[in-house]
């Protein structure tokens, strides 16, 4: 399968100015995978260490960890010569401490061998501080797989393109395929193995008993990895997601989790989740203002998990809607097509994001891309009345505003209808206007 990171993998590799490369991500977003289909191709060999219960390696790594001598170790280790065009990875790297401290001096003493790490709890060793080499590496989000790369992941090159080019006539008359299609996403989602496994035998029912393992790992992070006595709290809040989505109006409410609850309740869980890549808070703003991120509140927000498809597993929609026309894009009150366009604009580089609520008027998402503030819309559906994006525009006046639904393209002097399933070529549609 193609995953579109690998070009930012090339940008890094033959950056001057690169140091130590970490992917962060949830499990089982493919960075095992990346990093190895990256050696494999992009460089004449490369070394795979994986440090979760390795002897060998914490051996290795417990004396001196200046890179001269770390190279040195691996080359007996693995019984090969490790040079400036061998790709060294070091992976679960977060039960390392000294692995993840070595990174500093692999960036100041040996710039010319390319590292690249990874590990699915990275992120809460980064918020936790354990012996992060700030300022010494650089950083690539990893997400699920995209539309996009679901699309390429049935060979649909061709499909692809007119979206990338944006040959609206052409989306227009392959509409019905890419609603089809889209339809499939929701229900499996962009987990490689859990698309990979519907690529190749199309059957609903694995795809759902392979989403079913993945919640299974999570659980069995949650226990082992959070602190002491938080799994049933981060057991619950991951748990209460569907069912917060499914609110009229959507904001996470503790209270939603356990009546009577509150946010001191549950706030190391939330952060926990999102610390290890598993859910997405998006805050909310109440004014319009330039640049957003100072005016999001911090304590109203919506709460997105990782994944659509684990998503719809989650609120037991049945593949046979799969059939039924266009009910799964309003079945779930639309909670799956605004998860659907968030993690499509969470992949977007650069695109900031929150949402507004006030005085009966809400907005699904407003995006900051450098600083170009606009309000997008998410309709389920072909219906495009928008009582709340008309008066954002009319009392705010942005440039211009987005709405995203099974609509065609159409743009008119201050609105722009995107198709959902082409949601992805929003910064260029941007980039175009201004």
């Given at each position: 399968?193609?995953?579109?990171?690998?070009?930012?993998?090339?940008?890094?590799?033959?950056?001057?100015?690169?140091?130590?490369?970490?992917?962060?991500?949830?499990?089982?977003?493919?960075?095992?995978?990346?990093?190895?289909?990256?050696?494999?191709?992009?460089?004449?060999?490369?070394?795979?260490?994986?440090?979760?219960?390795?002897?060998?390696?914490?051996?290795?790594?417990?004396g001196?960890?200046?890179p001269?001598?770390?190279?040195?170790?691996?080359?007996?280790?693995?019984?090969?010569?490790?040079?400036?065009?061998t790709?060294?990875?070091?992976?679960e790297?977060?039960?390392?401490?000294?692995?993840?401290?070595?990174?500093k001096?692999?960036?100041?003493?040996?710039?010319?061998?390319h590292?690249?790490?990874?590990?699915?709890l990275?992120?809460?060793?980064?918020?936790?501080?354990?012996?992060?080499?700030?300022?010494?590496?650089d950083?690539?989000e990893?997400?699920?797989?995209?539309?996009?790369?679901?699309l390429?992941?049935?060979?649909n090159?061709?499909?692809?393109?007119i979206?990338?080019?944006?040959?609206?006539?052409?989306?227009?008359?392959?509409?019905?395929?890419?609603?089809?299609?889209?339809k499939?996403?929701?229900?499996?989602g962009?987990?490689?193995?859990?698309?990979?496994?519907?690529?190749?035998t199309?059957?609903?029912?694995?795809?759902?008993?392979?989403?079913?393992?993945?919640f299974?790992?999570?659980?069995?992070?949650?226990?082992?990895?959070?602190?002491?006595?938080?799994?049933p709290?981060?057991l619950?809040?991951?748990?209460?997601?569907?069912?917060?989505?499914?609110?009229?109006?959507n904001?996470?409410?503790?209270?939603?989790?356990?009546?009577?609850?509150?946010?001191?309740?549950?706030e190391?869980?939330l952060?926990?989740l999102?610390?290890?890549?598993?859910?997405?808070?998006?805050?909310?703003?109440?004014?319009?203002?330039i640049?957003?991120e100072?005016?999001?509140e911090?304590?109203?927000?919506?709460?997105f998990?990782?994944?659509?498809?684990l998503?719809?597993?989650?609120a037991?929609?049945?593949p046979?809607?799969?059939?039924?026309?266009n009910?799964?894009?309003?079945?779930?009150?639309?909670a799956?097509?605004?998860?659907?366009?968030?993690?499509?604009?969470?992949?977007?580089?650069?695109?900031?994001?929150?949402?507004?609520n006030?005085?009966?008027c809400?907005i699904?998402?407003?995006?900051?891309y450098?600083?170009?503030?606009?309000?997008?819309?998410?309709?389920?559906?072909?219906?495009?009345?928008?009582?709340?994006?008309?008066?954002?525009m009319?009392k705010?006046k942005?440039?211009?505003?987005?709405?995203?639904?099974?609509?065609?393209?159409k743009?008119?002097?201050?609105?722009?209808?995107?198709?959902l399933?082409?949601?992805?070529?929003?910064?260029?549609?941007?980039?175009?206007?201004?």
């Open positions: 399968m193609y995953r579109c990171c690998i070009e930012k993998l090339i940008d890094w590799k033959n950056d001057p100015y690169r140091q130590p490369l970490i992917l962060n991500g949830a499990r089982q977003v493919g960075k095992t995978w990346l990093m190895k289909e990256f050696g494999e191709k992009y460089f004449n060999d490369y070394i795979y260490i994986n440090f979760d219960n390795n002897d060998d390696m914490n051996n290795i790594f417990s001196n960890i200046t001269n001598h770390i190279i040195r170790e691996l080359e007996i280790y693995f019984q090969k010569k490790i040079t400036k065009e790709l060294i990875i070091f992976d790297v977060q039960e390392s401490p000294r692995a993840l401290s070595s990174l001096y692999f960036a100041e003493d040996a710039p010319e061998y590292v690249i790490c990874a590990g699915s990275l992120g809460l060793a980064l918020h936790e501080g354990t012996n992060f080499p700030v300022g010494k590496v950083f690539l990893i997400h699920p797989m995209t539309f996009i790369e679901f390429l992941a049935f060979g090159e061709d499909y692809v393109n979206i990338r080019e944006r040959k609206y006539d052409y989306m227009k008359d392959f509409k019905n395929y890419y609603i089809r299609k889209l499939e996403y929701f229900l499996v962009g987990m490689p193995r859990v698309v990979q496994i519907f690529v190749e199309e059957d609903y029912k694995r795809v759902r008993g392979e989403q079913n393992k993945i299974q790992t999570y659980k069995n992070d949650f226990s082992k990895h959070a602190k002491s006595g938080a799994t709290k981060i619950d809040v991951w748990q209460s997601i569907p069912e917060q989505l499914s609110k009229e109006n904001k996470f409410q503790y209270k939603t989790i356990k009546e009577g609850s509150r946010a001191s309740d549950y190391y869980a952060l926990w999102r610390d290890c890549g598993l859910i997405k808070i998006i805050n909310r703003i109440s004014s319009y203002k640049p957003i100072p005016y999001k911090k304590n109203v927000f919506k709460v998990i990782n994944d659509i498809g998503l719809s597993n989650m037991k929609i049945s046979k809607t799969i059939l039924q026309g009910d799964i894009f309003v079945e779930f009150k639309g799956l097509t605004e998860q659907y366009v968030c993690q499509e604009l969470i992949a977007l580089k650069d695109l900031n994001l929150a949402y507004y006030k005085s009966q809400e699904d998402f407003i995006g900051d450098e600083n170009v503030v606009f309000p997008i819309e998410v309709k389920a559906n072909i219906n495009l009345r928008a009582k709340s994006l008309n008066l954002f009319e705010y942005p440039p211009f505003g987005v709405r995203t639904s099974l609509s065609d393209y743009e008119t002097e201050n609105l722009i209808d995107i198709p399933y082409a949601i992805s070529q929003i910064i260029n549609i941007i980039e175009e206007k201004v």
